[in-house]
């Protein structure tokens, strides 16, 4: 069963960093389009992110120098690691799994709130 | 980067009713659109990808159609369950955007 488990978010100030994690079980991260989108409160979807399955990272406009996109194969994580956090940045972060060579998301995980806040 | 504009904002029907959303881009996205459906609390879920393809275990009530820059969702007959809100997406260019979404709510 393909299971994707989001973890890391939390409140944390203005400029700081935070890494978000998600665990996949059922299939290997390595081999699909991953991505992170987040949604602030009572807001649309906004696409953060994604690692291709041949390693290569595209970042939204909005995020880019400020975000990176990861993934530990052994362990079967995906990871963003987020720096200079801004209050625009609060949301809930879900990550996805696309298929082996496209961004069709199938599988979600439930998502984990960020909140940027002093 | 690709704009995708989805109309109406708010579609009010009763179930039974025929629901037919519309999401428009700012260029031409061949049929890389996909459609998803978001109810609160929940993530996103994947209904139809490529503009006409079902997802698996999609009921048939749901279609899509169009290609370039104009596409259609319908929900043949809604059910109680179908009310929630409808985002369209676009994998055509880097980077993928997502439209405002169409929230289908119970008159």
């Known amino acids: 069963e393909v299971q994707l488990v989001e973890s890391g978010g939390g409140l944390i100030q203005p400029g700081g960093s935070l890494r978000l994690s998600c665990a996949a079980s059922?299939?290997?991260?390595?081999?699909?389009?991953m991505t992170w989108v987040r949604q602030a409160p009572g807001k649309g979807l906004e696409w953060v992110s994604v690692?291709?399955?041949?390693?290569?990272?595209y970042y939204a406009d909005s995020v880019e120098g400020r975000f990176t996109i990861s993934r530990d194969d052994s362990k079967n994580i995906l990871y963003l690691q987020m720096n200079s956090l801004r209050a625009e940045d609060t949301a809930v972060y879900y990550c996805?799994?696309?298929?082996?060579?496209?961004?069709?998301?199938?599988?979600w995980g439930q998502g984990t709130l960020v909140t940027v806040s002093s | 980067e690709i704009v995708l504009t989805q109309s109406p904002a708010t579609l009010s029907l009763s179930p039974g009713e025929r629901a037919t959303l519309s999401c428009r881009a700012s260029?031409?996205?061949?049929?890389?659109l996909l459609w998803y459906q978001q109810k609160v609390g929940q993530a996103p879920r994947l209904l139809i990808y490529d503009a006409s393809n079902r997802a698996t275990g999609i009921p048939a009530r749901f279609s899509g159609s169009g290609s370039g820059t104009d596409f259609i969702l319908t929900i043949s007959s809604l059910e109680p369950e179908d009310f929630a809100v409808y985002y369209c997406?676009?994998?055509?260019?880097?980077?993928?955007?997502f439209g405002q979404g169409t929230r289908l709510e119970i008159k």
């Open positions: 996805a799994r696309g298929t082996q060579s496209t961004s069709r998301y199938d599988y």
């Open positions: 997406q676009q994998r055509s260019v880097w980077p993928i955007t």
């Open positions: 059922g299939f290997t991260v390595g081999s699909r389009y």
């Open positions: 690692i291709l399955s041949d390693g290569n990272t």
């Open positions: 260029q031409s996205v061949s049929s890389y």
